[in-house]
């Protein structure tokens, strides 16, 4: 999952940017409505975190012309001003929800897991695939109940392919949502990460399928005696989607 932060206070903006990378995801930071637009226009995220009091221009002009693009990105105020109006007025500009500054930051983390399952079309916070099991809330994946070791850049990619199940996601995709920008992040080192997920959850049964050229998708389970690794050529693609960490009860301003 990648997230934008678009907040000018550079210590909220660093404790947000550390806690979120320490829960998985990948985060790219912007201090101006100017950058946060033009990071919008050219870039897919999955969440948007924005502050309304940004220099240049505001986060409500921000979301005005994200949702003029008709874009469905989910979007998560925060704001120091708590009024009503200012509520009602981001909310009916598009925005999904709203924190009035100061906020606890356990509570920002568990809306922006509500977000982002949102977007990703809803549904319970646990999947389940065969015997393998991925809490979204506790960021842990499971085999026949059993706790398996990931990295967050392999949680990360697990996450985006079981919500992709059947589907291809291309190398490219998984740089999108995986990595930041500044991140050097080859082809070759999404290779690796996923032989390494690969190596871990296969032999349960559950199987990613490499095609040479478009990409990876995650298999149906299948009998843990069958090859660990599947390697198909197609001459087209076939049904691709284009689609420092801090206590939960610290404060920010």
């Given at each position: 999952?990648?997230?934008l932060?678009?907040?000018?206070?550079s210590?909220?903006?660093?404790?947000?940017?550390?806690?979120?990378?320490?829960?998985?995801?990948?985060?790219?930071?912007?201090?101006?409505?100017?950058?946060?637009?033009?990071?919008?226009s050219?870039?897919?995220?999955?969440?948007?975190?924005?502050?309304?009091?940004?220099p240049?221009?505001?986060?409500?002009?921000?979301?005005r012309?994200?949702?003029?693009?008709?874009?469905?990105?989910?979007?998560?105020?925060?704001?120091?001003?708590?009024?009503?109006?200012?509520?009602?007025?981001?909310?009916d500009?598009?925005?999904?929800?709203?924190?009035a500054?100061?906020?606890?930051l356990?509570?920002?983390?568990?809306?922006v897991?509500?977000?982002?399952?949102?977007?990703a079309?809803?549904?319970?916070?646990?999947?389940?695939?065969?015997?393998?099991?991925?809490?979204?809330?506790?960021?842990v994946?499971c085999?026949?109940?059993?706790?398996?070791?990931?990295?967050?850049?392999?949680?990360?990619?697990?996450?985006?392919?079981?919500?992709r199940?059947?589907?291809?996601?291309s190398?490219e995709?998984?740089?999108?949502?995986?990595?930041?920008?500044?991140e050097?992040?080859?082809n070759?080192?999404?290779?690796?990460?996923v032989?390494?997920?690969?190596r871990?959850?296969?032999p349960?049964?559950?199987?990613?399928?490499t095609?040479?050229?478009?990409?990876?998708?995650?298999?149906?389970?299948?009998?843990?005696?069958?090859?660990?690794?599947?390697?198909?050529?197609?001459?087209t693609?076939?049904?691709?989607?284009?689609?420092?960490?801090?206590?939960?009860?610290?404060?920010?301003?």
């Open positions: 999952m990648r997230i932060i678009a907040e000018d206070d210590i909220l903006a660093d404790g947000l940017v550390r806690s979120l990378r320490q829960s998985g995801y990948a985060v790219d930071l912007v201090k101006t409505g100017i950058e946060a637009d033009n990071a919008l050219i870039q897919v995220f999955d969440l948007l975190i924005l502050d309304l009091g940004l240049r221009l505001s986060g409500l002009d921000v979301l012309r994200l949702r003029a693009r008709n874009s469905t990105l989910p979007v998560l105020i925060l704001s120091a001003a708590d009024s009503i109006d200012e509520r009602v007025k981001g909310l500009l598009g925005a999904d929800d709203y924190m500054k100061p906020f606890a356990g509570e920002l983390e568990a809306r897991r509500a977000l982002t399952r949102r977007g079309g809803g549904g319970p916070t646990v999947v389940r695939h065969g015997v393998l099991s991925f809490d979204q809330i506790g960021r994946a085999i026949n109940d059993q706790v398996i070791d990931l990295s967050a850049r392999e949680l990360g990619l697990l996450e985006v392919l079981l919500q199940i059947g589907r291809l996601v190398k995709q998984l740089v999108d949502h995986l990595c930041e920008w500044g050097e992040v080859s070759n080192a999404i290779e690796v990460y032989h390494r997920l690969r871990k959850i296969e349960s049964g559950i199987r990613i399928i095609v040479r050229g478009l990409g990876y998708c995650l298999e149906k389970a299948v009998p843990a005696s069958s090859s660990s690794a599947t390697v198909i050529d197609l001459p693609a076939a049904n691709t989607d284009n689609t420092a960490a801090m206590p939960a009860s610290h404060y920010y301003k």
